[in-house]
Structure formats: structure tokens, C-alpha cells
């Protein structure tokens, strides 16, 4: 592996990425740096959270975002959520975090985000070609070769609300013991994989 990002990481750690031995996953922390479709950070979840009651005129207290969306939802209708997601989920410049990541090979790319940097990390810019996977929705396939990087959305995509999203550690738990098939494949990796979080 000839990069500069490798001169950072253990040997070993060098070693497994080569064999296709880890698996990565990501979380609000690869968001860092990423902008939205107007050039503006990426919203976090209190900062959803107080637009969807703002819009739904409610003040918000701190609600977590499942309850507030629940309330929201009834008044501004699915057409205006979908909007809002659009707005600031899609169309989104990858974090520089996140195009170093890529420069390396993985066996698999998890993510508990569901906004779309990671679909538009340029070509140039990473090592294998990617495969989208929403992983509320989305058959489970089995991995084909180190030039293909399956990415699975685990909490949904934000411009494929109809499956559904999470929005809470409960959603998240559900779903896990509803045996979604890549939330199964997740904890068999985590089970033979070596694993490197980056939230």
C-alpha cells in the first residue's frame, strides 16, 4: 500500500487491510468536514431535531428525534420530510476523514449515517468500486473481490425514507433482533473480522 494515509497506521493493521481482514465502520464522526448540498456542515441530530420542530411549529426542548419526528410528521406531511432530508442528506461533499478512508481496501463499509458522502467520494479518490445496501430493506449478497466495497446503510438512506430510518438506540435494537439480514452479517463480521470504528 503506497500512501501517504498509511504512514499513520500500525503495521499490522496495514498487513489485514491488504488481506481483506477489516471491516469499517462509521458513525457521526466521518460527517466531520462533510457539507450539504449548499455548502453548509451537515446537520447533527439535536440540530434536525429543533428544525423538524420548527417547522412543524413546535419549540423544541430536547426532544430526542424519533419523538419529535413522530409529532412533526402528522403536521408537515411525508412530502415536506422527504424535502427536508433531501435538503440536507443528499447531494453531499464527503468529509476529507472519510476520502482518506477510502483510499484504503476494506471488506465491508458499515455506516450508522444516512446521508450520501460516501456515494460521492470521487473514483480518483478510492481504491475499490462501490456497492449501495440499505440495510432496513436491502437482500444481503455475499461479498465478490477486493475491487468491489459493499457499503450497507444500517439506519436507512435519506433518499429512501419508504424503507424507513432509525432513529433511536430502541430502532436500532428492534431491528437487530427482527434478524434484518445485514444487521446479521454485521455481527458476523464483528464476530470474525478485525473491526475499526471511526466515530
Request: aromatic share 12%; with cysteine.
Amino acid at each position: 500500500m503506497h500512501d501517504e494515509a498509511a504512514a499513520t497506521l500500525p503495521e499490522k493493521l496495514i498487513e489485514d487491510l491488504e488481506k481483506g481482514k477489516v471491516v469499517l465502520v462509521t458513525g457521526t464522526g466521518m460527517s466531520v468536514g462533510a457539507r450539504n448540498r449548499y455548502g453548509n456542515d451537515i446537520v447533527s441530530t439535536v440540530q434536525l431535531s429543533k428544525l423538524l420542530a420548527e417547522t412543524a411549529g413546535f419549540t423544541y426542548s430536547g426532544e430526542e428525534l424519533k419523538r419529535v419526528m413522530n409529532a412533526a410528521r402528522p403536521r408537515i406531511g411525508d412530502i415536506r420530510l422527504s424535502e427536508i432530508f433531501r435538503d440536507n442528506f443528499t447531494n453531499c461533499l464527503p468529509s476529507p476523514p472519510l476520502e482518506t478512508a477510502l483510499r484504503f481496501t476494506w471488506k465491508r463499509l458499515y455506516t450508522f449515517n444516512v446521508d450520501d458522502t460516501v456515494q460521492n467520494v470521487p473514483l480518483k479518490q478510492r481504491r475499490q468500486f462501490l456497492s449501495f445496501f440499505n440495510g432496513l430493506s436491502s437482500r444481503r449478497e455475499e461479498w465478490k473481490s477486493f475491487t468491489d466495497l459493499q457499503v450497507i446503510y444500517l439506519h436507512g438512506q435519506a433518499d429512501r425514507l419508504e424503507d424507513g430510518i432509525v432513529f433511536s438506540e430502541r430502532d436500532y435494537a428492534e431491528n437487530a433482533a427482527f434478524g434484518k439480514p445485514w444487521y446479521d452479517r454485521l455481527g458476523e463480521d464483528l464476530a470474525v473480522f478485525l473491526v475499526k470504528p471511526t466515530w
